[in-house]
Structures are given as C-alpha cells and as structure tokens.
C-alpha cells in the first residue's frame, strides 16, 4: 500500500480574492476560437435578442458577448415584459 494522494484540483482552503472576475482579454486561450458550447448558447441568446454576431469570435470575444446578452434575457431577468431594466 502506498502513501501516494489522489491527484486534486482546487484548494482545500479558499484563496484570497476568490471569485473575482478576470477579463477575457488576459485569457491565455482568449485568441483561440470559441468552443462549441459557446457557439451554442451565444447563437440561442443572440436569437432571442434578435442580434446576429460574427461567427468566427474568439473564445474572449464569445465571453464578454455572452455577458452583455445574457444582461438582456427575459429568461435571465435582464429586462421585464417591458423592455425596461429590471434593476
């Protein structure tokens, strides 16, 4: 029998300023293109917005678009049945 851990990720402890955001724009892959996933839900949220976006964006470019759009989505609570804020 072995001493030997199973490898982990994360921490056991929480790191100090957990949580933070860090800017698409410093991503080591923010240049790559975006995943597929991203594609996915930025094409269903882009629809729903009635918007049409570029189809060859960056993995950061999908990223901060995701964001704004999911600011807008009825089934986010971005904006009421009135089109207003909902702050």
Known sequence: MT???PE???SPTPESGAGLRRDPE???TGDEPMTEAQRSY???LAREAGEELPANLTKAQASEHI???QGKSR???GEDSDG???D
């Open 42 to 44: 930025l094409d269903t």
């Open 75 to 77: 089934r986010l609570g």
């Open 26 to 28: 410093d991503w080591v």
């Open 84 to 86: 207003n804020d909902s």
């Open 8 to 10: 982990t990720l994360g």
């Open 3 to 5: 001493d030997e851990q």
């Open 67 to 69: 964001e704004r759009l």
